[in-house]
């Protein structure tokens, strides 16, 4: 196999829940440009049509299925059905970023326990439970694929709250414990799944130009606080995450598990 072949994801199938998000999006593009038929899970419906109508003029192999990955039901049957459906998954993505309606009042001043835990539920817990129940099915079907979560810089190192200076940002409490239990579960399933072949990583990304999740834009102050803190002097971009899933999708990845791959312009590095 040559070295760029490594690259090649011809003849895999992929799941990408959270698929029409900022890097979602991203994700599902560099998949299935890499060759791969591309399926997403999302609930995003204001976005599918116009993203599903640019990759099929790109003629490439992608499906959308509708699903909610904080419904208890659609996960143990929905999901379930779907990874039957397909038999053979390669790659599992978990971009998806489940929420909410008050989760930005998560500061340690704001936040009360039934904030707290409504939000470790709906994220933390359903990400553990998508990603064991993909990985018990490749054991089953003698699949040794990859499994790839979505970290966060802060689910390694504190927040810095300096970034915050100038604006109406707050430091993220249930943020902090659901990213470093989902980085944590990447290590525990990687010693696990392992003697199967099966490999699981984390991508950590650090501050990504777009719009914030529930909120809109960004803030430009934060902007500016931000690049001055990172190495490389700005924010990363989506294609730049997406990128870098596609490396651990790979086989040009295939020694590889248990690591969080830190996509941050070198923020953790001070």
Not at 18 to 31: C, P, R
Not at 136 to 152: A, K, P, T
Not at 242 to 248: I, M, N, V
Request: hydrophobic share 40%; charged share 20%.
């Amino acid at each position: 196999m040559s070295y760029l072949e490594r690259f090649n994801l011809k003849g895999k199938t992929a799941f990408v829940v959270g698929g029409l998000g900022l890097l979602g999006m991203e994700v599902s593009k560099a998949l299935a440009f890499a060759g791969a038929k591309v399926i997403i899970l999302d609930l995003d419906l204001k976005e599918k049509d116009v993203f599903l109508n640019e990759i099929l003029e790109l003629k490439l192999d992608v499906i959308f299925q509708a699903f909610d990955c904080t419904d208890e039901k659609q996960i143990e049957f929905l999901f379930t059905e779907m990874l039957h459906k397909y038999h053979m998954v390669d790659v599992f993505v978990n971009c998806s970023y489940p929420r909410t309606s008050n989760w930005s009042q998560a500061s340690f001043v704001d936040i009360d326990y039934k904030n707290l835990r409504e939000n470790v539920d709906m994220h933390m817990n359903t990400y553990a439970w998508l990603a064991k129940l993909v990985a018990d099915h490749m054991v089953e079907n003698n699949n040794n694929g990859s499994i790839i979560q979505f970290g966060s810089t802060y689910g390694i190192v504190g927040q810095d709250l300096t970034v915050y200076e100038g604006t109406d940002m707050k430091e993220n409490m249930a943020y902090a414990l659901i990213k470093g239990g989902i980085t944590n579960l990447t290590r525990l399933m990687a010693s696990y799944y392992g003697r199967w072949g099966i490999r699981v990583n984390t991508i950590c990304p650090g501050g990504i130009s777009g719009h914030v999740a529930g909120k809109g834009d960004q803030d430009p102050i934060f902007l500016e606080n931000y690049s001055k803190k990172t190495p490389l002097k700005r924010l990363g971009r989506a294609d730049e995450v997406a990128s870098a899933t596609l490396f651990l999708a790979s086989d040009g990845a295939s020694y590889i598990s248990g690591t969080n791959l830190m996509v941050d312009g070198g923020w953790t590095i001070i």
